[in-house]
C-alpha cells in the first residue's frame, strides 16, 4: 500500500495549498521574509539537513567542519546550508580571528518547529526562534 494513503484510502500527504504560515512576524519588522512551510518541512525531512542541524547544536561550525562531520561533499554542504537558512532554521555568524581570518559559523536559529492544524484544516509550521520570536 502507498504511505501517503490512510487506511480507507484517503491521502495523508500534505500539499503545499494546506500548509500556511499564520503571521509573518518577526522575520517582517528585520525586513526578512517569513520562511515558506514547505521549506521549513523539506529542510526537516532531509536526513542531510538533520545531520547538519544536529552538528551546529553542539557548537557553531564552518561549513567545513559540518562537511566533515555528516560526510557530505563541500557542495552539497552548501546547498543543504542554504536550504536551511531559507527555512529559518540556521544563521550564518562570523567568527572574528585577531590574524584578520575571519570565518563563517553556522548556529541553530530557532528553538523548536511547531506543526498545527488549523479549524479550516491545513497545516501552520511555526519557527519558534531562542529570543522567543515566532517566525510563521
Known amino acids: 500500500m502507498d504511505s501517503s494513503r490512510q487506511a480507507d484510502g484517503t491521502s ?7 500548509v ?14 517569513a520562511p515558506s512551510p514547505g521549506r521549513v518541512l523539506e529542510a526537516l525531512e532531509d536526513e542531510d ?3 547538519l542541524l544536529q552538528a551546529t547544536s553542539a557548537e557553531p561550525m564552518t561549513a567545513k567542519a559540518l562537511a566533515g562531520a555528516c560526510d557530505l561533499p563541500l557542495s552539497t554542504t552548501y546547498r543543504k546550508i542554504a536550504l536551511l537558512q531559507e ?3 540556521v544563521e550564518e555568524r562570523t567568527r572574528i580571528s585577531t590574524d584578520g581570518r575571519h570565518a563563517g559559523e553556522f548556529v541553530p536559529a530557532f528553538d523548536r518547529v511547531a506543526v498545527d492544524r488549523t479549524p479550516e484544516g491545513c497545516l501552520e509550521v511555526r519557527v519558534i526562534r531562542a529570543d522567543g520570536a515566532d517566525d510563521r
Open 12 to 18: 495523508n500527504a500534505v500539499r503545499a495549498s494546506d
Open 20 to 33: 500556511s504560515l499564520a503571521d509573518e512576524g518577526v522575520r517582517q519588522l528585520r525586513g526578512e521574509p
Open 49 to 51: 539537513c538533520r545531520c
Open 87 to 89: 527555512a529559518a532554521l
